[in-house]
């Protein structure tokens, strides 16, 4: 049985996952995520439909920033995909390039079996990058 390698790259809006083969076969992207929410800044998310602000609010319970429930929703989002993943026996090893803190986020939410898989995490956001150009990083940077 041959181990297969997955690299996982990502940040609050948007999640890729490679199927790492052999040395120099290409990587192949076998899923990804878009979480557009994400990409708002927190001034956006505060707004009624009636484009009043949020802030200033007197009285209220303390809200959640906007920002940190979205960046949760999207990590619980990936870590059930990357659990599925799993299921499928798409990948035997996770290496995860995060942007922070959706790193830590995602991290909190990974299922007792896909941490078992997980060899290392990199605080360092590769999403903007094609698949080439990731894998090459990766040889060049962090491959064992």
């Keep these: ?18 199927d790492c083969g052999p040395l120099h076969q290409p990587w192949v992207e076998t899923q990804d995520w878009w979480h557009a929410e994400g990409r708002q800044h927190a001034g956006d998310q505060e707004r009624t439909p009636h484009g ?5 609010r007197t009285g209220l319970a303390p809200h959640t920033d906007t920002r940190q429930r979205e960046r949760a929703a999207f990590a619980r989002d990936v870590a059930a995909g990357l659990q599925q993943a799993l299921i499928s026996d798409r990948w035997h090893t996770l290496e995860v390039f995060a942007s922070n803190p959706f790193l830590g986020e995602l991290l909190a939410h990974l299922s007792p079996a896909v941490a078992q898989t ?3 995490t990199h605080p360092l956001d590769l999403t903007a990058l094609s698949p080439l150009e990731i894998q ?3 040889n060049k940077e962090f491959r064992i």
């Design 52 to 56: 009043h602000s949020l802030s200033g």
């Design 1 to 18: 049985m041959v181990s297969r390698n997955a690299v996982l790259v990502a940040n609050s809006s948007v999640a890729r996952l490679f």
């Design 118 to 120: 997980l060899r290392r």
């Design 136 to 138: 090459k990083r990766w």
